[in-house]
């Protein structure tokens, strides 16, 4: 993976954006995109865009086929190079984090909260790469759900208030909610980590379900 230009591009973009853009906001006074929205952007980027279509690319040219023919099974095969990909998404995050914040008391309860949210999002790219046939499409939909999960997070409280209750079952916007909260020092929210909770159980049983198929 580390040989890989593309998946180093998708590793470091989150972070030198988030470097640039939050400066920017805070020397203009702005402070819409916030450092939690940064945090998702490494999670939905690298558990998403990497997942997705490096799953599908392997599913093409048969490596992932190969891999069958070990004592692992598919479950297990799956469950490895997704514990891969979510350890560099957490390392994405973390380092948006301390750029940008700095260590202190608030990134040790944040920590689960990375991880989870970066399971969720590999765990979405898992079943974009087990269900879409071929690479070209699996890049257009990785991108696609990436950018909604990412603007919904960002803009939806700028939406009339009647939207609200649409967009507060994306994992997105529960993963954002935490962050800021969190960072607010208010910490974790009860119904928002139970959703997440749902979501990481809804995400295995459909990769489950799709690995037998």
Known sequence: MLGNPSFLILLLLPIFMSKVIIAVMDRSGLNFMLLSTWILFAQVMVGIMVTGPGLIEERESKTFDALLVSPLGRGQIIAAKGAAVLLFSVLSQIIVYLLNQGLNMSFIVL???????????VQTGMIIGLKVSSSQNGAAVSS???IVFFLAASLYLALPPWTYPLFAILPSIEVVGNLDSILNGEG??????????LWMGILAFWIWRTGKE
């Open 144 to 146: 696609a759900v990436m």
């Open 111 to 121: 920590l689960p909260y990375m991880l989870a949210g970066g399971l969720i999002f």
């Open 188 to 197: 974790p929210l009860l119904i928002e980590s139970l959703l997440m909770l």
